[in-house]
């Protein structure tokens, strides 16, 4: 008998085992004979040009195979868009080795390759330049005025800017008896992945004018991504390349563009024909993407009743010279609050930095740590507790779209996680609780995120041996991704865990989209599911045609798969095996792909989110100013949970996450240099087990038919958003102190 | 890193010869800080001399009743030995306040007190730094200092050289307890009192201590008093743990009854080497604990302290600091 449904069930983690036990293979790992290895320099200068480089130390050390740099370079693609990725936002892309131009600090330079990875490192050290440096812009406060609307192009569909004004702001919060207006800013931050970025080509030479077989491990949250630039960039037809990456160690989003590394491994292999292997350092995790630095300014009026009136929020963030970053920042204040009168804007300073990337809960987290806060205050200006603030304010529509919602269990969320933190038990007086020298504060902030489905490809087969394998091109970049997927497929059809496999990773499979925007679980599940059913038709034929089919004269609708046979519904005894079903047929599996689209015409309807209540306390030390969480309950509501197991580690992750980015993460730059200088783990911080004390997880039950056809909302960015506010609000409440620029370090609250 | 030749040293005679045989050598023990000086070209040294085999790895009684740490005792087998941890409890807590539990394992004591700043700009060939390469400027004094010195910082000339921190927090419990650091060189045995063993940086910042060129570390020796009694090492940092102090401070007091009798503090994380003033430790014999004596004291601890701007902070949050662990080490709450 099987287990079915698995669906709701909190299995393990498939790929669990194989991870701790090393058996599960990083792009960095993967080897070859011959294998030459890489080394990439980077520039000390944010702008500027090369005037001379160096390489003849390097080349003459043994070992040393060659240098690129962009003088010997060799001739790739020209135009603009062969570089321009799935995620790559309006401009034009960086090529690495392109020109002597100097766009930003740390860019590649140069490419060392050897034949073991320590001459390549130490040739590398031996490389000289010779700088013409020109003044840099890195400071986005001083440059704050060159501020200016982003250009829009293919990133605008999925990160819509703000829309135009809404009843007039100004009017209504002058008259607003509550007025609250204040400033939140926040540094640069960067993902900073466990594991390195890493490619390893594996170079098959070929006959003839196709010049051989690549196939190209990479860390990559997307491998078809990976491909459509190397095959573009590099002229290579794509039956003769191959992305594989079956275990991504984190991603964060900084795996949604092909980074330095990919470009470099494939240029040496291509030009030399040899399999080569680039790995970058901890360093030079800090010399691409990143959350950018960002300003902003949320100003918010309520009446003496503290119904919201007037709403205001504006950003201003970084973006490289040559490429618009933008995320969604202001937006959600719009979709969460009922005020008629909302003005929103977000504009771009272009620094000489690089473009900065998606990272966790891109924007969401970096408007809602601004207006929660601003929320908060409004709430206490007004005398009213900010729950019952938020539920006075509360809407069922998204008023900025004029749409409803497709489920919105948000005043659940505040309920149940208000219940479990025992929100009431607090003092609401600011500073009011205390143990010894520590002060406690109880803060609680909202966060949503949006339930995007995108379409998706993926097969399923029925093999010869009885068991199913599904597969598509997606990436599990620790989310877990290759077990729920597994659960879809084997309640589909009715099988057993142990007889389903589910592949990933590999661009000889069906495609799918970068794995990024919490949209996976919805996108991979509906193509998985939609496949699966397609496959059951395809059995359910064969199993009529087979001699003496109980099924003969029954409808597919008269069936059920379960127990690794299809049943008659009104007499499950009346049963055909599916392993006879492929028995029939002449001893091939049974295959079907085939496209999971969301359904645009029934979700445009609708605004698709999921949301949170967050609850945080924190005690400050009265003297020392140093915070510590000491609990946070997350009561979230993101439609059906697959599994409750892998949807709670995902939130965990998010609540980790917004411990550090409220108290301790930022990538600091030194404007004399235009230099991140704590590009290290030791000096950049995040969260370690010490900082993390009690975290609590709650899902609230959700159902929604609208989003997809399973109900899920994706669970990787909603754990993180509303996170860092109502940290930032438990320690105005613990103090009597608002802090509004993060990472809330102990000198703020001295 | 560069390319560099390796020789396994059999004892410390050994290991001292072929030091003075080779200036550009360097001795390696758990290797945690100087690999990493290695990997970014900071540290490039033409052989590495492995230490490890020495017989260095015990802790034994000395003769004036005190402990005799070893140079290559780990950072872990220290804290936890169990006449450190009872007798000497707040250099146990210091070393645990420190690194991670993974590095304690890998970290000597020895190299602990020659574990260089952590100075982004000492880290960065990228940018001037004085401590790396004389001459060529101080990054951090206009730069990011979050992390450096606010006493101690003046040099003959009158230009500030260098605003680098020490960054360990076992030799801010060190120099509380007046450990002394044993020596052997080419010249033969010294011994080297522990206030004397870390130095300012003057106008050479590029020297962190008083060890001459080729001379090892073979023991820490600790005197007979480790303050069991009334002791706290409060560590402030950025996070919960794995993080360098931003302040940290040592004290230790002997009372009878209501009144110091003796005190020692140390402060970690605001100079180039652990920051005593006995002059200032004095002003506490013979009084009785109080907030208030203690608010005195450490306005005189701080005396002549200047902050850079990130690290201006560390002026204030140092006092308090002070304050909060001499009243923990008195028991005042
Ligand atoms: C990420 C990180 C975080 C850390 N956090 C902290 C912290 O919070 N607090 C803290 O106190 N420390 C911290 N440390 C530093 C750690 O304590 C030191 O790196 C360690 O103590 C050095 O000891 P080692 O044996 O590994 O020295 P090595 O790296 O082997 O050597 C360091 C230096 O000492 C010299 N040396 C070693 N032994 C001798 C000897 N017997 N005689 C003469 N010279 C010798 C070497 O030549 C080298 O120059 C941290 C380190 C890292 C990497
Ligand atoms: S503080 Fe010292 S170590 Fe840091 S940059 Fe200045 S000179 Fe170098």
């Known amino acids: 008998m099987t287990q079915q449904p698995y669906i709701g069930k909190p299995i393990n983690r498939l790929d669990g085992l194989d991870k701790v036990t090393g058996k599960a293979k990083y792009a960095a790992e993967f080897d070859t004979p011959d294998l030459l290895h890489g080394y990439v320099v980077n520039s000390t200068i944010a702008k500027g040009k090369i005037k001379k480089i160096n390489t003849q130390d390097a080349l003459s050390l043994p070992g040393v195979v060659k240098v690129f740099t962009h003088e010997n370079r060799p001739k790739l693609a020209w135009f603009d868009i062969n570089y321009k990725d799935q995620d790559a936002p309006p401009g034009s892309p960086f090529r690495p080795l392109r020109d002597a131009k100097i766009r930003y600090d740390a860019q590649p330079i140069a490419l060392v390759i050897a034949e073991t990875f320590e001459v390549a490192r130490y040739a590398a050290s031996l490389i000289t330049v010779e700088y013409e440096q020109v003044a840099h812009l890195s400071d986005l406060e001083a440059n704050r005025h060159k501020a200016r609307k982003a250009s829009s192009g293919m990133a605008t569909l999925l990160k819509p800017p703000p829309p135009k004004p809404k009843g007039n702001f100004e009017e209504a919060f002058n008259a607003a008896p509550h007025q609250v207006t204040a400033e939140y800013v926040h540094g640069m931050e960067h993902h900073n992945p466990m594991e390195m970025f890493a490619t390893t080509v594996v170079f098959e030479k070929g006959r003839g004018k196709s010049g051989g077989k690549y196939t190209v491990y990479d860390k990559t949250q997307g491998v078809t991504n990976s491909i459509l630039y190397a095959a573009q960039v590099f002229d290579i037809p794509f039956k003769n390349i191959r992305v594989v990456s079956p275990y991504v160690g984190g991603g964060f989003g900084s795996g949604l563009r092909p980074q330095y590394q990919l470009f470099m491994a494939m240029l040496a292999a291509q030009n030399l024909k040899r399999s080569v292997k680039v790995v970058l350092t901890r360093q030079q995790m800090f010399s691409f993407g990143h959350r950018p630095a960002t300003i902003q300014t949320v100003a918010l009026g309520a009446s003496a009743e503290g119904d919201m009136t007037a709403l205001y929020h504006s950003a201003v963030s970084e973006t490289s010279q040559f490429e618009d970053y933008t995320e969604v920042v202001v937006n959600y204040g719009g979709m969460l609050y009922p005020p008629e009168n909302v003005t929103l804007d977000h504009q771009l300073v272009p620094l000489d930095v690089s473009t900065p990337l998606d990272m966790r809960a891109p924007g969401g987290v970096t408007g809602m740590s601004a207006l929660e806060c601003a929320v908060d205050e409004l709430a206490f200006k007004a005398g009213i507790d900010p729950v019952e603030f938020r539920l006075q304010n509360y809407t069922d529509r998204d008023p900025l779209a004029d749409l409803p919602y497709s489920s919105k269990e948000l005043r659940e969320c505040f309920r149940q996680g208000a219940e479990r933190f025992g929100w009431l038990k607090r003092n609401p007086e600011p500073r009011s609780m205390r143990d010894g020298h520590q002060l406690v504060g109880g803060g609680m902030a909202t966060g949503i995120w949006e339930a995007n489905q995108m379409p998706a490809r993926a097969e399923a087969a029925l093999l010869v041996n009885g068991k199913l394998r599904v597969s598509s091109a997606t990436a599990d970049i620790g989310t877990g991704t290759y077990t729920i997927m597994t659960q879809i497929a084997a309640d589909t059809l009715g099988m057993s865990l142990d007889d389903v496999t589910f592949k990933l990773g590999d661009t000889d499979m069906p495609a799918a989209p970068i794995q990024g925007g919490s949209w996976t679980a919805a996108t991979v599940g509906t193509a998985v599911k939609t496949v699966c059913e397609g496959l059951a038709k395809k059995l359910f034929k064969l199993a009529r045609k087979m001699p003496d089919s109980p099924f003969a004269s029954a409808l597919f609708d008269e069936v059920v798969f379960a127990d690794k046979m299809i049943q008659l519904k009104k007499d499950s005894l009346m049963a055909v095996s599916l392993q006879s079903v492929v028995d029939s047929n002449g001893g091939a599996a049974v295959r079907h792909t085939s496209t999971g689209f969301p359904n645009i015409l029934k979700q445009r309807k609708y605004t698709r989110s999921a949301h949170s209540a967050v609850f945080a306390e924190v005690t400050v030390d009265e003297d020392l100013g140093t915070v510590r969480v000491t609990r946070i309950v997350s009561a979230i509501a993101g439609g059906r949970i697959l599994n409750p197991k892998t949807a709670r580690s995902q939130i965990l992750g998010g609540m980790v996450w917004g411990i550090g980015k409220a108290l301790e993460e930022e990538s600091v730059m030194d404007h004399q240099f235009g230099r991140i200088m704590n590009h290290n783990l030791a000096e950049y911080h995040v969260a370690v087990n010490a900082d993390v004390q009690a975290l609590d997880v709650i899902f609230v039950e959700e159902h929604d038919d609208i989003v997809n056809p399973l109900g899920v909302k994706g669970l990787g960015e909603i754990g993180l958003v509303g996170v860092p506010a109502a940290i930032a609000n438990a320690v105005f409440h613990a103090t009597g102190k608002r802090i509004r620029n993060l990472p809330i370090t102990l000198d703020k609250l001295l | ?333």
Not at chain 2, 105 to 117: S, V
Request: with cysteine; net charge negative; charged share 20%.
């Open chain 2, 1 to 333: 890193m560069n390319s560099f030749a390796y020789t396994r040293a059999d004892g410390v005679t050994h290991a001292v010869a072929e030091r003075a045989d080779e200036s550009t050598a360097a001795f390696i023990a758990g290797g945690t800080n100087l690999i990493d000086l290695m990997k970014e070209n900071v540290a490039r040294p033409t052989r590495l001399i492995d230490i490890n085999r020495l017989p260095l790895t015990t802790i034994t009684d000395t003769e004036n009743g005190g402990l005799r740490l070893g140079a290559l005792v780990t950072n872990a087998d220290t804290a936890y030995d169990d006449k450190v941890a009872k007798n000497y409890p707040l250099l146990a807590e210091a070393i645990l306040a420190g690194a991670s539990a993974q590095l304690r394992n890998m970290a000597t004591d020895g190299g602990n007190l020659m574990q260089r700043t952590r100075c982004y700009y000492f880290y960065d060939l990228a940018t001037p730094c004085n401590k790396r390469e004389p001459g060529s400027g101080c990054s951090a004094i206009n730069g990011y200092n979050r992390i450096h010195a606010i006493l101690g910082t003046g040099s003959p000339t009158g230009d500030v050289q260098c605003i680098a921190t020490h960054p360990s927090d076992m030799c801010v419990a060190l120099a509380a307890l007046e450990a002394t650091v044993q020596v052997t060189g080419p010249d033969g045995d010294r011994t080297i009192p522990f206030a004397e063993f870390h130095r300012l940086p003057g106008d050479t910042p590029q020297i962190d201590n008083t060890l001459e060129a080729g001379e090892l570390i073979t023991a820490i020796d600790l005197p007979a008093n480790g303050f069991s009694k009334n002791y706290a090492y409060l560590k402030l940092r950025d996070r919960a743990s794995y993080a360098f102090a931003l302040v940290s401070v040592a004290a230790a007091l002997e009372m009878e009854g209501e009144t110091i009798v003796d005190a020692r503090i140390a402060l970690g994380g605001v100079a180039h080497k652990p920051w005593r003033r006995p002059e200032v430790e004095a002003m506490l014999h013979g009084k009785s604990a109080s907030n208030d004596v203690f608010q005195t004291v450490a306005d005189a601890m701080l005396d002549g302290a200047q902050g850079y701007g990130h690290n201006t902070f560390k002026l204030e949050l140092a006092k308090r600091a002070i304050v909060r662990a001499l009243a923990q080490a008195a028991k005042l709450n």
